[in-house]
């Protein structure tokens, strides 16, 4: 399994910062100092897709899946009206590599493992980026990510990628809500795998639906769960053993 191609977006235009810091989950005034990771929701609070802003001089590039850029793009235009914000595709390519960020690069804000982005054309590091990204639970659009997710059920909150002070932004109610009134009782969780269960899997304990592999790379997985059930041990995808390897 390898990770998504990617695409940049770039966004221009005097109201650009308020723009997405209406519409995304995260606090846009995080770029003075880098990166941001964010999601676009539904206003059911539903995922839409996952992304980093970038800042970039007079503009702020979107760096997200290929396969959910054409959407995004079509979404920001729809929430544009009047406000001065233009939004184009660009040829930018996304570099990645390991360890401190050097000049012109920026650290990723979900986990200091995940080393560092760049977008000026430099060289692409060729690491195991799928394996690293499962080895620490990081969803991925398309995969784990489907339009049925709520984010905190995808490790949002842990990854960075959702301010709870910001105020209003699309979706933002249900997602404050499932944060400060409800006990999550799904979601993403880092799993052994020990046989052969491709990604899709069902995943069973004691003969009832306990969840689904989303993600595979060698031994390790991630699952969605229902916790109660995978709680109980002795999870079992047809032939393959699951063991939960996250406290949920």
């Known amino acids: 399994m390898v990770d998504l191609p990617r695409r940049v977006l770039r966004i221009t235009g005097s109201d650009r910062s308020k723009f997405l810091q209406d519409l995304v989950t995260n606090d846009v005034k995080g770029l003075d100092t880098g990166l941001v990771y964010a999601a676009l929701l539904t206003p059911q ?3 839409l897709a996952d992304f980093f802003l970038v800042p970039d001089e007079d503009a702020i590039l979107i760096d997200l899946p290929e396969v959910l850029a ?3 793009q079509t979404r ?3 929430y544009r009206l009047r406000s001065d914000v233009q ?3 660009t040829d930018l390519s996304v570099a990645r590599g390991l360890g401190p960020s050097p000049d012109g690069a920026f650290a990723d804000p979900r ?4 080393g560092w982005r760049a977008y000026d054309g430099r060289d692409h590091d060729t690491h195991d980026w799928a394996g690293l990204r499962v080895s620490l639970g990081l969803p991925e659009a398309t995969r784990d990510l489907t339009p049925d997710s709520f984010i905190l059920e995808m490790g949002f909150e842990r990854f ?3 301010d709870f002070r910001k105020g209003c932004y699309v979706g933002q109610e249900v997602t404050a809500r499932m944060k400060h009134k409800t006990t999550l009782r799904k979601g993403l969780a880092r799993v052994a ?3 052969p269960a491709p990604v899709g899997s069902d995943i069973i304990v004691n003969e009832k639906a306990a969840g689904q592999l989303t993600s595979r790379v060698g031994d390790i997985g991630l699952a969605y769960l229902r916790f109660d059930r995978a709680n109980q041990g002795n999870m079992m995808a047809d032939t393959s053993k699951i063991t939960l390897l996250d406290d949920c």
């Not at 986990?111 to 995940?114: E, I, K, R, T």
């Open 76 to 78: 920001l235009n729809m």
């Open 70 to 72: 054409a959407g995004v």
């Open 45 to 47: 609070g539903k995922y």
């Open 87 to 89: 939004i184009i595709s």
């Open 111 to 114: 986990h200091p493992d995940m």
């Open 160 to 162: 960075n990628g959702v």
């Open 193 to 195: 795998i020990d046989g």
